[in-house]
């Protein structure tokens, strides 16, 4: 006899779903790009710059 009580687990895993919308990209991009006028003169300005490229290429 089964318990009723027991979660029975599907044959197949759940689909993931997407932790951000095309929308939450372009508004990230925007700004990473107000950012990099912040720092432009700074090393790190790299890091947000080639951030920013990776973001145009998700949209």
């Known amino acids: 006899m089964s318990d ?3 979660t ?3 044959a197949q895993p ?3 779903r997407a932790v951000f919308s095309q929308q939450d990209f372009e508004l ?3 700004a990473v790009a107000h950012y990099l006028q912040v720092v432009k003169d ?3 300005s790299i890091k947000y710059s080639n ?3 990776r973001l145009g290429r998700i949209s």
Do not use: A, L
């Open 8 to 10: 029975t687990h599907p």
């Open 42 to 44: 700074k090393p790190e």
């Open 51 to 53: 951030f920013y490229h």
């Open 14 to 16: 759940e689909r993931s």
């Open 28 to 30: 990230i991009r925007v």
């Open 4 to 6: 009723p009580m027991q």
